[in-house]
C-alpha cells in the first residue's frame, strides 16, 4: 500500500505516470501489491525515490558493460587525472576537478580502474546521483568523494553501509550473499555486495550479472574442504536515506534556480 502524507494513493493516476515495465512502474507494483504502509510525504518524494532507483539499476547495468577491474584494495588502481589513490587503497577526488566528471570518467574510461565491490557500489550510488542531481546540483553537493568502503563514506551516504531485515526487495535495493565457510585464501570472497536488478538478477563487481543461483554457486566454488554450510543471499537490504537526499536535492535545484 502507499500513502501520500498518510493519504492512500490514486493508484491509477499513479501507474498512469511511469510507462510500463520500466524499474519505476515494477517497483510501484511491488509497494502496491504490499500489505505494508509506504508512506511518502509528497507524490515528489515518490518520484524522487523513483527515479533515483532506476538510475541505481542503469548505473549497475553500465558498470557490469564497462572494463572496470576486480581488484582487492592492495591492488586497487585509477585514472590519476582524476583521482589520488590512497594508502589504503582507497581513491580520493582530485581538489582540481568537478566531481561530476572525474565519476564519469570511470564510466569512459573504465580499463583505469580497479578496485573490490563494496567501492563498485559506492561508484554506482554515485553515478545514480549525478544523472538525478544533474551535474551542477552533484557538483555543488559532493564535493570530497573519497570512494573505498562501508568505512570511509560519504555522510550523505552513510546509511547505505548498514544493512536491515526486510519483508520485500526492490530494483535498487543492495543486498549481500554471504559465505560463510569462505575459503582463508580467498578472503574477498566471504560474500559479494549486489545491486538487485529486478526480475531476479543481481549485479555484482567481479561476478556479474547473474541470477541467485549463480552467485551461490561462485561463492561455494571458494570454500574450506571441511565446508558444511553454503553461500546465501541474506533477506536484508541496505539503502541510501531517500529523504535526506531529496531535501537536500531539492534545496540544491532550488538555490541554483535563484542565481540562474
Given at each position: 500500500m502507499i500513502l501520500i502524507n498518510n493519504a492512500p494513493a490514486a493508484t491509477a493516476v499513479l501507474m498512469r505516470l511511469y510507462p510500463e515495465n520500466t524499474t519505476e512502474s515494477k517497483i510501484l507494483r511491488i509497494l502496491l501489491s504490499d500489505e505494508g504502509r509506504h508512506n511518502f510525504s509528497s507524490e515528489e518524494r515518490l518520484d524522487f525515490e523513483l527515479k533515483l532507483r532506476s538510475e541505481i539499476v542503469r548505473a549497475?547495468?553500465?558498470?557490469?558493460?564497462?572494463?572496470?577491474?576486480f581488484k582487492v584494495f592492495r591492488e586497487s588502481f585509477c585514472n590519476k587525472d582524476y583521482w589520488d589513490r590512497m594508502p589504503d587503497g582507497g581513491f580520493a577526488l582530485k581538489a582540481s576537478v568537478r566531481p561530476s566528471e572525474a565519476i564519469r570518467d570511470i564510466y569512459k574510461n573504465s580499463h583505469k580502474y580497479g578496485t573490490e565491490c563494496a567501492t563498485a557500489m559506492l561508484i554506482v550510488y554515485y553515478k545514480a546521483l549525478l544523472e538525478v542531481f544533474g551535474d551542477e546540483a552533484f557538483d555543488d553537493t559532493f564535493t570530497g568523494i573519497y570512494l573505498m568502503n562501508w568505512h570511509r563514506i560519504e555522510p550523505l551516504l552513510r546509511e547505505v553501509g548498514f544493512m536491515s531485515k526486510a519483508k520485500i526487495f526492490l530494483p535498487g535495493d543492495r543486498r549481500y550473499f554471504k559465505n560463510p565457510d569462505v575459503d582463508p585464501a580467498t578472503p574477498e570472497l566471504q560474500g559479494e555486495n549486489v545491486i538487485d536488478l529486478g526480475?531476479?538478477?543481481?549485479?555484482?563487481?567481479?561476478?556479474g550479472r547473474h541470477r541467485a543461483e549463480t552467485f551461490i554457486r561462485l561463492l561455494n566454488q571458494n570454500r574450506t574442504e571441511d565446508a558444511d554450510e553454503e553461500a546465501y543471499l541474506m533477506d536484508t537490504v541496505g539503502n541510501p536515506n531517500y529523504d535526506k537526499l531529496y531535501n537536500v536535492y531539492r534545496r540544491t535545484r532550488a538555490a541554483l534556480e535563484m542565481t540562474a
Amino acid at each position: 500500500m502507499i500513502l501520500i502524507n498518510n493519504a492512500p494513493a490514486a493508484t491509477a493516476v499513479l501507474m498512469r505516470l511511469y510507462p510500463e515495465n520500466t524499474t519505476e512502474s515494477k517497483i510501484l507494483r511491488i509497494l502496491l501489491s504490499d500489505e505494508g504502509r509506504h508512506n511518502f510525504s509528497s507524490e515528489e518524494r515518490l518520484d524522487f525515490e523513483l527515479k533515483l532507483r532506476s538510475e541505481i539499476v542503469r548505473a549497475a547495468e553500465a558498470l557490469n558493460r564497462s572494463r572496470l577491474a576486480f581488484k582487492v584494495f592492495r591492488e586497487s588502481f585509477c585514472n590519476k587525472d582524476y583521482w589520488d589513490r590512497m594508502p589504503d587503497g582507497g581513491f580520493a577526488l582530485k581538489a582540481s576537478v568537478r566531481p561530476s566528471e572525474a565519476i564519469r570518467d570511470i564510466y569512459k574510461n573504465s580499463h583505469k580502474y580497479g578496485t573490490e565491490c563494496a567501492t563498485a557500489m559506492l561508484i554506482v550510488y554515485y553515478k545514480a546521483l549525478l544523472e538525478v542531481f544533474g551535474d551542477e546540483a552533484f557538483d555543488d553537493t559532493f564535493t570530497g568523494i573519497y570512494l573505498m568502503n562501508w568505512h570511509r563514506i560519504e555522510p550523505l551516504l552513510r546509511e547505505v553501509g548498514f544493512m536491515s531485515k526486510a519483508k520485500i526487495f526492490l530494483p535498487g535495493d543492495r543486498r549481500y550473499f554471504k559465505n560463510p565457510d569462505v575459503d582463508p585464501a580467498t578472503p574477498e570472497l566471504q560474500g559479494e555486495n549486489v545491486i538487485d536488478l529486478g526480475g531476479g538478477y543481481y549485479y555484482g563487481h567481479g561476478f556479474g550479472r547473474h541470477r541467485a543461483e549463480t552467485f551461490i554457486r561462485l561463492l561455494n566454488q571458494n570454500r574450506t574442504e571441511d565446508a558444511d554450510e553454503e553461500a546465501y543471499l541474506m533477506d536484508t537490504v541496505g539503502n541510501p536515506n531517500y529523504d535526506k537526499l531529496y531535501n537536500v536535492y531539492r534545496r540544491t535545484r532550488a538555490a541554483l534556480e535563484m542565481t540562474a
